[in-house]
């Protein structure tokens, strides 16, 4: 088993980052509580406030598999093209080495 790594990047609809950030920021908890993830955490950009990003990292791919299966994150998909400008930006890794 390997820890997967997601970053996600997206932009905000002109007058929508308030919003956008408030439905990333609402996925904080619920994911941080879900089996298998060790770190979730939203970003928002220091120079182009629009601009933000979730870096989270899973146990395994099977614990982020499930994570996109769960209701706060269908909500959050669904409400992906009223507030995100153009499409995410997602990748995802795979940690190679040990831990520090």
Same mark, same amino acid.
């Given at each position: !088993?390997? %820890?997967?790594?997601?970053?996600?990047?997206?932009?905000?609809?002109?007058?929508?980052?308030?919003? =956008?950030?408030?439905a990333l920021q609402s996925l904080v908890a619920p994911s941080r509580d879900e089996p298998g993830c060790i770190i979730y955490q939203?970003? +928002?950009? #220091? %120079?182009?406030?629009?601009?933000?990003?979730?870096? %989270?990292?899973? +146990?395994?791919?099977? *614990?982020?598999?499930?994570?996109?299966? =769960?209701?706060? !994150?269908?909500?959050?998909?669904?409400?992906?093209? %009223?507030?995100?400008?153009?499409?995410? *930006?997602?990748?995802?890794?795979?940690?190679?080495?040990? #831990?520090?």
């Open positions: !088993m390997s %820890e997967h790594t997601n970053l996600a990047q997206m932009r905000a609809k002109p007058g929508r980052s308030e919003a =956008l950030g408030a939203v970003h +928002q950009s #220091t %120079e182009d406030p629009a601009l933000w990003m979730v870096y %989270e990292v899973w +146990q395994s791919a099977d *614990d982020l598999g499930d994570h996109f299966t =769960l209701p706060h !994150m269908q909500a959050f998909v669904a409400s992906v093209p %009223e507030l995100v400008d153009g499409d995410l *930006d997602l990748k995802s890794f795979t940690r190679v080495g040990p #831990t520090a």
